[in-house]
């Protein structure tokens, strides 16, 4: 077997283990994170696999910029099998700090500890990233590995420093149990399930799947009477999707000590059967955040409810409910301070069809997107195509077709305002455009593992 082909079963053997370990090590970035909208979170390394902002309510990160004691990281780097978040950010640790009331005497003292916590996992990191770099320069010089040993290495690299991680994690927590009062120490529950949701939510593989819907409603800074309304029910989504959870990593961490190396074997039948438990698992989680959402916006005030609906459809589908090209355009167009009133009344109009004629186009556009994900079928997955799936004579499948026609029409509504929102201003103040070429291409969703 060439070094070549060893190589490729390597990668896409592990990306599959990848995909549902969810424990990859990266290194953390010590100077201040990306700008984000409020609320934001970041699945599978990032919001869109791409480098893409994350949207509100989407999980990854957490709010702030800064730690305890100054400006902190959580910024993403490369490490192996792609970008993933670190387990425990800055941010966490001040969303925690906030949850339990800490002095500030406790969170000089729990910077001291988390410092320590940092240390040892770039040290973690730096020792897999240095194994994996040998086992490439292995494949690379033709040192063999097609007769499984590559990835055998490859997951035992992995499976040895998710433990290390796990185990400086608990560590760390175990030393911040002994510095709470009593009063704060009751509140640990809450700490464990918020711990659960930053780890385990960037882990999901649906879309809809990594919501966090308690953040979405912080975003929508309710009164207080407004609020209360909304108490309950996020109590019991957050134990009811604190088990459900549970439950799917559990799955999850089976099927990627399967998946990977029943794909290199070539027993694609048996590797499907495993992803689709995880789908399952998956499907549970994605039905609680829908089922709790309806639940929070059937108490919001009537002039919440639409901005709700919004934030959770762009949580859930990052990529189509993200701001267009058009979108952009027209915020860059607004604040021209060269505008006549009549060129403001065009481009108002322009903003009022734009958003009447692209609202069904997203959903059907979202729509195509998960049946594509539930679709999915590894056996059907010929190398370096994108996306996956297809049928297994190769060709497109009635799903991607109709995920490449709703791209297509969004693509083509996106060229129609683009040149309306043109035609309206001068060229001087055309060059003044945000540029990202034409149509909705940049826009388009990638693919999950499903």
Not at 123 to 132: G, H, K, L, V
Not at 218 to 247: C, N
């Amino acid at each position: 077997m060439s070094s070549r082909l060893n190589r490729t079963i390597l990668t896409v053997s592990a990306s599959f283990a990848l995909a549902f370990a969810g424990h990859v090590p990266v290194v953390f970035a010590q100077d201040e994170a990306p700008a984000r909208q409020p609320g934001a979170r970041q699945p599978r390394g990032n919001a869109n696999g791409n480098g893409d902002p994350a949207q509100p309510g989407q999980r990854g990160g957490r709010r702030g910029g800064q730690g305890m004691g100054g400006p902190g990281g959580g910024r993403m780097m490369g490490g192996p099998g792609g970008m993933q978040r670190a387990t425990i950010t800055p941010r966490n640790i001040a969303h925690y700090a906030e949850i339990l009331n800490l002095t500030e005497d406790q969170k000089s003292a729990v910077d001291t500890l988390f410092d320590g916590y940092r240390g040892r996992v770039e040290a973690i990191q730096q020792e897999s990233r240095d194994t994996m770099r040998e086992m490439r320069d292995e494949m690379r010089d033709g040192g063999g590995g097609g007769d499984g040993s590559g990835f055998a290495k490859f997951r035992e690299t992995m499976e040895s420093a998710r433990k290390q991680i796990e185990e400086a994690e608990k560590a760390f927590f175990g030393d911040v149990q002994l510095l709470l009062t009593e009063p704060q120490a009751a509140l640990w529950p809450k700490i464990e399930r918020t711990r659960n949701r930053d780890a385990s939510l960037p882990r999901g593989r649906l879309s809809g799947e990594n919501v966090d819907l308690i953040e979405i409603v912080e975003d929508l800074k309710l009164d207080d009477g407004a609020k209360s309304t909304t108490v309950a029910i996020l109590d019991q989504y957050e134990a009811e999707l604190d088990r459900e959870l549970t439950a799917r990593n559990k799955v999850y961490d089976e099927v990627a000590s399967k998946v990977g190396e029943m794909f290199r074997e070539g027993n694609t039948e048996a590797a499907q059967a495993e992803i689709e438990k995880g789908r399952a698992a998956s499907v549970r989680v994605r039905d609680v955040q829908r089922r709790y959402a309806d639940k929070v916006k059937a108490v919001l005030p009537d002039g919440s409810k639409e901005t709700f609906d919004a934030a959770f459809k762009r949580a859930s589908f990052p990529r189509v409910y993200r701001p267009s090209m058009v979108s952009r355009m027209l915020e860059g167009a607004e604040r021209l301070s060269d505008l006549s009133a009549d060129q403001k009344a065009q481009l108002a109009e322009i903003k009022e069809s734009y958003a009447k004629a692209v609202a069904p186009l997203n959903d059907r556009l979202a729509k195509a997107e998960e049946a594509t994900e539930m679709a999915f079928n590894i056996g059907n997955m010929p190398f370096g195509r994108r996306g996956g799936g297809g049928n297994a004579d190769g060709e497109p499948s009635a799903e991607q077709k109709a995920m490449s026609e709703a791209r297509q029409a969004k693509r083509e509504l996106d060229t129609q305002f683009q040149d309306r929102i043109e035609k309206v201003l001068t060229p001087a103040q055309r060059e003044k455009l945000p540029r990202n070429g034409r149509g909705s291409q940049a826009d388009e969703p990638g693919m999950s593992v499903f």
